[in-house]
């Protein structure tokens, strides 16, 4: 009876390995799994992000070109207006001296 009790016990033990083992197999393949779907997800994810960053930096680039372009118009303008007041002032001054020497 004693060696009956000791065969059921050993019997129990030998199931309880093999469910833990079982359990962990298990387990391993879900970590996997989602180790797996995180990579994919977080691959996903930064592929995502640069597209975005790409349209981003795409808009503020075209976005630069229309103030450089604005800038630069202004630009011109002012240098043409002094140019224009240089010219006159020139002239004024050459005549002046023109006047006082001759």
């Known amino acids: 009876m004693a060696s009956?009790?000791?065969k059921k016990i050993?019997?129990?033990?030998?199931?309880?390995d093999k469910m833990i083992n079982e359990a962990r197999k298990k387990r391993d393949e879900i970590i996997n799994s989602a180790s797996g779907s995180s990579s994919?997800?977080?691959?996903?994810?930064?592929?995502?992000?640069?597209?975005?960053?790409a349209k981003l930096k795409a808009e503020y680039d075209k976005?630069?070109?229309e103030y450089?372009?604005?800038?630069e118009a202004e630009c011109e303008k002012k240098i043409e207006s002094i140019r224009q007041l240089a010219e006159k002032n020139s002239d004024?001054?050459?005549?002046?001296?023109?006047?006082?020497?001759?």
């Open 40 to 53: 994919l997800a977080i691959q996903k994810k930064i592929s995502e992000a640069s597209s975005e960053a």
């Open 63 to 65: 976005k630069l070109a």
């Open 68 to 71: 450089t372009g604005d800038s």
């Open 4 to 6: 009956e009790a000791v």
């Open 92 to 102: 004024k001054a050459i005549k002046e001296i023109i006047d006082r020497f001759f």
């Open 10 to 16: 050993l019997e129990a033990e030998a199931l309880s």
